[in-house]
């Protein structure tokens, strides 16, 4: 926190009140797969994410394709892609699997049934859904949504996902543990709107189950 040492002693805050028009202060990136009418499949990214135990909260927006299928067919699949995968990334988020016109202020959307191919991605079988996993990304959670509703102000849609499988790249996993090693784990973070990784370790909480890694 930025403070200001007075002649008196006494630290106060020294803050500037703004309004900014969005509030992603750094969140996960994650590519949703689910299940169009037609039995095809479209893949959107998501910057809006956080997890709770086994549910997966997610925020869409109210016209895509993705909230349309969730509402209908409650199967998806989240993948986690990796901080050098974000041009691919960015290239999903100018394409949309709803053939009716959207409208957004600073992005013209282009409709595109197969998100996978235009976005380079792979589809990979799952095991417990019907939604395919992305085949690049390290981390895959194949879920069911068990809520499908508006936020408070109407904007957005709020969906609480149950994680049913976790699929790790086993050179995320501690060896002989259910755990993700946190050092070499990188999520793609989406910051203002801008893209991140993660940057060195500073410490780790008194009730981490991997305080030392592979070491």
């Not at 509703?149 to 259910?178: C, S, Y």
């Amino acid at each position: 926190m930025t403070v200001t040492q007075q002649l008196d002693g006494a630290v106060r805050p020294s803050h500037q009140t703004i309004t900014p028009s969005i509030l992603y202060f750094g969140t996960p990136v994650v590519l949703l797969t689910t299940e169009n009418p037609d039995g095809s499949f479209n893949l959107a990214p998501i910057s809006s994410a956080w997890a709770l135990g086994q549910v997966v909260v997610l925020g869409l927006g109210t016209d895509g394709q993705t909230g349309a299928n969730l509402a209908a067919r409650p199967e998806l699949v989240i993948s986690l892609p990796e901080p050098h995968q974000w041009p691919q990334v960015e290239r999903l988020g100018e394409l949309t699997g709803r053939a009716e016109p959207r409208t957004h202020p600073r992005r013209v959307f282009q409709y595109e049934p197969d998100k996978f191919a235009a976005g380079g991605w792979h589809p990979q079988p799952s095991v417990a859904v019907r939604p395919p996993r992305v085949a690049q990304c390290p981390l895959q959670l194949e879920a069911r949504a068990q809520r499908v509703g508006t936020d408070a102000a109407g904007d957005f849609l709020i969906v609480e996902a149950r994680v049913l499988k976790v699929h790790a790249d086993p050179r995320l996993v501690v060896p002989g543990t259910q755990h993700i090693e946190p050092a070499a784990w990188s999520p793609l973070i989406y910051n203002f709107r801008h893209y991140f990784g993660l940057g060195p370790e500073l410490g780790s909480a008194d009730i981490t189950e991997t305080p030392r890694g592979r070491e």
